[in-house]
């Protein structure tokens, strides 16, 4: 059974930073594309950002781009977000999942997913 946790949210303010994480287990993290999507109130479920299996190439939606980084430890078998400038509008649960293929911008391509974690950007 793959489990993905997340951690790292919390409260910041408008400009602040944050840094989420996701650790997998259950099995080999290295064989799944790691995406991130989060979900404000009253909003469907939104694609974040993907990364892929080393973590050479990722790729954003554009209302992150510049702003938020992907990154990955296959050795700790986890995957970063790390979020800079946040506006009030980054406010959400964020929400990692796993996918075995490449550039699922959708979340019916996804296999697994965690629990969520809630962000929220004060000003």
């Known amino acids: 059974q793959v489990q993905l946790v997340e951690s790292g949210g919390g409260l910041v303010q408008v400009g602040g930073s944050l840094r989420l994480s996701c650790a997998v287990s259950?099995?080999?993290?290295?064989?799944?594309?790691m995406g991130w999507f989060r979900q404000a109130p009253g909003k469907e479920r939104e694609f974040v950002g993907i990364?892929?299996?080393?973590?050479?190439?990722?790729y954003y939606a554009d209302s992150v781009k510049g702003r938020f980084t992907i990154s990955r430890d296959n050795a700790k078998n986890t995957a970063y977000l790390q979020m800079n400038s946040l506006k009030l509008e980054d406010t959400a649960v964020y929400y990692c999942?796993?996918?075995?293929?490449?550039?699922?911008?959708?979340?019916?391509?996804?296999?697994?997913w965690g629990q969520g974690t809630q962000v929220t950007v004060s000003s």
């Open positions: 259950g099995s080999t993290f290295s064989s799944y594309v």
């Open positions: 999942a796993a996918a075995r293929l490449w550039l699922k911008l959708l979340e019916s391509g996804y296999d697994y």
């Open positions: 990364i892929n299996w080393s973590g050479g190439s990722t």
